[in-house]
């Protein structure tokens, strides 16, 4: 092969194993449950068969509006509150870590060495009846006697919030890890505040790990089905409960086929408006 034919096929050989576990892993397994999506008949009788019911979306969408728009507003609450928190504890280890900064970065993996189930249970534990949470919230009076946390609102978005918060500072630390700190200087050296520091230097140019971050947590949060179901008690079911209930209980695989590639599509609509919006200006340049 010519030197120059090999140099300009490289790029394109070394993408094929990562194209094919995309391919593999992916690709194959959305077509399959497309396919499955439009399926219908009796699992127990003569089992399913192809017969391009599209029924399956319109039926999706209109019986379970309630828990689509749950879900929505549940995944959002927890990519705010995750930003509102990430955002300053990536600042202090990008600029304030020091020697330290390596030792924070390895306590916000660290959970992750924990299995999704176990976290979401020591919520559990943590937010029970007998608590310590519940029972100083008594004890200060934003809480009543009878007063309880589990089977909330705010039990399920903070158990989403807490698994999918490394997701949050990881992006955030590597955009403000990136910025010159010179830039910081130069700012307060022309008298400019505090704030407008942040405005008009740091949240430019650390805006893309941000929204890298809500893309990373808004996506898993909208499928998210253990917490609603641990810390909710099965009164605050998302979508995610509903396709694991379709799949196992009710075994109605098509509807909840088309259950998952309605949250897919909007997962991957969310991602393309993402790639689109990112203030790369370097790949635009």
């Not at 705010?154 to 955009?175: C, D, E, H, K, R």
Request: charged letters at 15%.
């Amino acid at each position: 092969m010519p030197a120059r034919l090999r140099k300009t096929a490289l790029p394109y050989l070394l993408l094929l194993p990562g194209l094919g576990w995309l391919v593999l892993f992916f690709a194959v397994p959305l077509v399959y449950m497309a396919i499955e999506s439009l399926k219908s008949g009796d699992p127990f009788v003569s089992g399913f068969q192809l017969t391009w019911e599209f029924s399956n979306y319109t039926n999706a969408l209109k019986d379970y509006d309630e828990q689509f728009i749950r879900s929505f507003e549940y995944a959002g609450l927890a990519t705010l509150i995750a930003l509102l928190i990430g955002y300053p504890l990536a600042y202090v280890i990008a600029f304030r870590g020091g020697r330290w900064r390596n030792a924070m970065l390895l306590l916000v993996i660290v959970p992750f060495f924990v299995t999704y189930l176990i976290r979401t249970l020591s919520w559990e534990t943590i937010l029970s009846d007998s608590g310590i949470v519940v029972n100083t919230l008594q004890t200060i009076g934003i809480l009543g006697d009878d007063g309880r946390l589990l089977d909330t609102t705010v039990s399920v978005v903070a158990g989403i919030t807490y698994n999918f918060l490394p997701f949050m500072i990881l992006p955030l630390y590597a955009s403000l890890e990136r910025i010159d700190p010179r830039l910081i200087e130069a700012g307060h050296d022309l008298y400019a505040g505090r704030l407008r520091v942040f405005g008009l230097i740091i949240w430019p140019l650390a805006r893309s790990g941000a929204l890298a971050g809500a893309t990373l947590v808004f996506a898993p949060a909208l499928g998210s089905f253990l917490a609603p179901d641990l810390l909710g008690g099965g009164k605050k079911l998302l979508i995610g409960s509903l396709v694991q209930m379709q799949f196992t209980s009710s075994r109605n695989w098509p509807f909840g086929a088309a259950l998952c590639m309605a949250i897919t599509a909007v997962i991957l609509l969310v991602m393309m408006l993402r790639a689109w919006t990112a203030p790369n200006r370097e790949a635009r340049a």
